[in-house]
């Protein structure tokens, strides 16, 4: 059973993951069709019957700029990099009693850095303390990896997950790099990817 579903453009791009009860509501409206639903599921209510969707395809075409352009959040970031402080490399269950993760500011604002994907970190509190106001060379620290702006793929799979049936979508429509980006962040939280999902 999906816990979202995954919503394609009319071009079948995928857009987004939506909650059920979103996605049906786009069906009833007429706005969206069930491309693939969860085999012997199915949702009812007096008057209605429906395959449960697991990808459905909006009706008509809807513009998106082609970069992620999310707003950073912490339960996001911390998904892209795999709940991993950047610095030391501890994972969150590694941390100490008293200790957390956090964002933390590649180039501080106060020195002129953004609050944007390629400015920002997760960080162990231990190390956002530590490294302060300061840029990383300058406090001998260096990055396990350059902060990137994520696609919004990648962190439905870090954050929510995709059944085999989206994810085979994701890999029609983006290509096997995708999935191999994919199976590259499963296998940092410790899975793998289902085999219908894996790229030969």
Known sequence: MTAGCLALNSSFEPLTMVPLKRALRL??????????????????????ALPRPAVIRLRKFVHVPRRFRRQVTNT???????????YCGRAS??????????RDHVVPISRGGKNVWTNVVTACSGCNTRKANHLVEECGMHLLNKPVEPH????????????????????????????RQLEAMERRHGGTLPPEAQVI
């Open 27 to 48: 069906l009833i409206d007429g706005k969206a069709e069930i491309v693939e639903a969860d085999r012997g599921r199915t949702i009812r209510s007096e008057h209605l």
């Open 93 to 102: 269950y590694e941390l100490r009693t008293r200790e957390s993760l956090t």
């Open 152 to 179: 919004f793929v990648h962190l439905s799979w870090a954050v929510r997950r995709l059944t085999p049936t989206q994810a085979h979508y994701i890999k029609l429509f983006y290509g096997g790099d995708v999935v």
């Open 76 to 86: 996001f970031l911390f998904a892209r990099d795999a709940y991993r402080c950047q």
